[in-house]
């Protein structure tokens, strides 16, 4: 899922459904977007949640900010020329960040302390 | 919600809950966290989703990774001794970013570009 052993990218997209009578269109735009990121060669994984209350978090891994970069450019032009940002969020955010350090129980667990 | 500007420090949670049975214990050990989080002197914000297959991402914001290496020092004193992570989570990851960029519908959106 994401590029092994730390600094990588990622790319982190918070978002607040703002309507859902669109929800159908979004997702199906979503799934473009998705579809389209798995291409890029660059990509090493996307993972995301969106509760009942229609907030969001969508996270992509990249191996560096370059990379990323050119993701986020293509997404544009699928997305920008359909729908506003608007149109389907009350409030989203996207950060660039670097990780510099990760564990969890499918790696060593203390490279955190 | 954030430290603004960056560069400022994000901790990631992503988790895929092994089991339902332990749903009430794990959001009740969640809450605490938050709330014992949320009184910490260097939190800026918290946020998060899980969605209906149990997947889950939670992002909290501090100003510098000193501060949330304090938090995550802190948070194992609530969950550790009462619950192995093993038990709540099929897979979990933690990682600690750097975010150097951000826009958004409430920002300019162009710094990124």
Request: aromatic share 10%; glycine share 6%; proline share 6%.
């Amino acid at each position: 899922m994401t590029p092994a052993p730390p600094p990588y990218t990622t790319v982190t997209f918070t978002s607040q459904h703002s309507e859902t009578e669109n929800a159908d269109e979004y997702e199906q735009t979503a799934q473009q977007m998705v579809e389209m990121v798995q291409q890029q060669p660059e990509f090493s994984g996307v993972e995301g949640a969106r509760g009942a209350d229609g907030f969001g978090v969508t996270v992509s891994y990249w191996e560096t900010q370059q990379h990323a970069h050119a993701w986020k450019m293509a997404t544009e032009h699928i997305a920008a020329p359909r729908r506003g940002a608007q149109d389907w969020y009350a409030d989203y955010t996207v950060r660039v960040a670097t990780v510099e350090r990760q564990c969890g129980n499918h790696r060593r667990p203390d490279d955190l302390d």
